[in-house]
């Protein structure tokens, strides 16, 4: 059984000039443990079909299921990230941040701490834990954003760009610092993006939608050891494809 | 001319300025005022008993601080201040809040809140002392009544302000209604609740001291000056506008300032 399985979503948009379709017809599955790449131009509604799995939105047409249990609004078996730096809670520290889940879980003070501070040093800012938000960097920010994600143990992490907002060296840092936590953890990783180099660097397999509606073009499934290297020529082969599936390569224009 | 180059070379070069620097470019323009009315009272313009010299204000201060007398009037009007406050913040906040949280409610009170807002408090007094009749009650009645409206607009306009992406956070790491409201609604809505509680102090004051004016109260600082001005002891009313100042500055510095310290400005949510 496969551990998440998106069957034929769609969605449509009640907008004041009528209904506009948003997603039609998206299908995908994907086991325990895979990291699957979304990418696809701005507006196919990928981070849309994120928010849908997150339970944020609930599909016209189709269902998500999760280790075989439809989803129904959001759940603690998935962490969500997003691109927002706002999304941490300005009034908690980063470990108060990294331990908002655990604490509504109930788990008592000294345990949730300590496990907060774990998440934090995974994503190497464990001196920070007494640090608040607005005194952190925008990558420190993302990276107290995926402790925070993960510090409840969900089985299903879920990134909606999270890296898009930063400078292009802290981005590749950022990069290498979730493959590492990804090897580590074993989650299931859905990552949306529209940065294809990024996708070949990360995924298992890579999801191509195009748009209006949002539709799944194709798969490509990235056959690279790990940790990649993104100036070999397979990577780039790679990259030239997917750019190739969304009409962006130089024959294009 | 030598103080106004002093205090332009304080403001570029601000880390040399020591703590006394400092105190003396706060205290100057009082300075300034200060002189002007000694000169003004000296001049001989106005019968001194109209307008006393700093001098004769101070000793009253002094003399009226030791007969117990303005201390007496301070307190009561403190009691009846924080008394009415309280009601305003209490109800406040809760209202604004649930304005913020429930549609029917913000449909409901908005149109209410947006009439009564601007309307000046003392025009409510006469109907506050019909109703209540002399003394305390109405005083502290129309405090509470009029300084609720800031409260409840401020605190109404953080809950909306309060950002969809923490929301979504905590619901996602599985916050319920209950904790979603205690965990990300309130602290996120705080900086406005903040500003809401200082302006409707601000407007806690300005009606107190009128209304002790008008509720015929034995005690408190409006009734001290109004009185004063039957027996045209104007030293008496300007003693009695610095106790107000001075109410008010140290509410400001050690209520609202610690309270933002603590809270607001420690998470970067007011620059």
């Known amino acids: 059984m496969p551990h998440i399985e998106a069957r034929d979503i769609s969605l449509i948009y009640d907008t004041p000039g009528g209904a506009v379709p948003g997603l039609r017809g998206v299908s995908f599955a994907m086991e325990a443990s895979e990291f699957l790449c979304i990418v696809g131009p701005s507006g196919c509604g990928k981070s849309t079909l994120l928010n849908i799995i997150a339970g944020f939105i609930t599909p016209n047409v189709g269902e998500i299921r999760i280790a075989g249990q439809p989803v129904r609004g959001s759940g603690m078996d998935r962490g969500v990230v997003f691109q927002d730096f706002a999304q941490l809670f300005p009034w908690r520290t980063a470990l108060g941040n990294v331990a908002f889940g655990l604490e509504m879980k109930g788990v008592p003070k000294a345990e949730r701490e300590a496990t907060a501070l774990e998440q934090l040093r995974l994503v190497k800012l464990e001196h920070f834990a007494k640090s608040y938000p607005h005194h952190l960097s925008g990558g420190m920010q993302q990276r107290v954003a995926i402790a925070r994600a993960l510090a409840y143990n969900p089985a299903v992490l879920l990134m909606d760009e999270p890296f898009a907002a930063l400078d292009a060296l802290t981005r590749d840092d950022m990069q290498r610092l979730l493959a590492d936590v990804w090897r580590t953890t074993r989650k299931t990783v859905i990552y949306v993006t529209h940065n294809v180099a990024e996708a070949v660097y990360l995924a298992d397999r890579v999801v191509v939608m195009t748009p209006h509606p949002g539709t799944v073009k194709t798969e490509v499934t990235i056959k690279l050891p790990r940790p990649r290297d993104p100036l070999s020529v397979e990577f780039l082969d790679y990259q030239k494809e997917l750019l190739r599936l969304l009409g962006q390569d130089a024959k294009g224009h | ?271």
């Open chain 2, 1 to 271: 001319m030598h103080d106004v180059a002093r205090a332009s070379d304080i403001a570029l070069t601000p880390a040399a300025a020591g703590p006394l620097r400092r105190a003396a470019r706060n205290a100057f323009p009082f300075v300034v005022v200060g002189a002007i009315w000694e000169a003004v009272a000296h001049a001989g313009l106005f019968p001194p008993r109209f307008f006393p010299p700093l001098e004769t204000v101070a000793a009253t201060l002094a003399r009226l601080t030791m007969s117990g007398v303005l201390p007496h009037h301070a307190l009561d009007t403190i009691v009846r201040l924080i008394a009415g406050f309280a009601l305003a913040a209490l109800f406040g906040v809760t209202i604004g809040i649930v304005m913020g949280r429930s549609r029917r409610a913000e449909d409901i009170l908005l149109p209410l809140v947006s009439i009564g807002a601007p309307i000046p408090g003392l025009a409510y007094a006469p109907l506050f002392l019909l109703w209540f009749g002399p003394g305390n009650v109405p005083a502290v009645a129309l405090v509470a009544f009029v300084s609720a409206f800031p409260i409840i607009y401020n605190s109404w306009t953080g809950v909306k302000a309060v950002k969809d992406i923490w929301l979504r956070s905590a619901q996602a790491m599985g916050a319920n209604d209950r904790r979603l409201f205690r965990h990300v609604i309130v602290p996120g809505a705080l900086p406005y609740i903040v500003t809401g509680l200082r302006l409707g102090l601000a407007q806690a004051w300005r009606i107190l001291v009128g209304i002790e004016m008008l509720a015929a109260v034995p005690w408190g600082l409006g009734w001290l000056i109004f009185g004063a001005q039957e027996f045209l002891n104007t030293d008496v009313m300007l003693a009695g506008i610095v106790v107000i100042a001075l109410i008010g500055l140290a509410l400001e510095k050690f209520v609202f300032q610690r309270l933002e310290e603590l809270t607001v400005v420690r998470w970067g949510m007011l620059t």
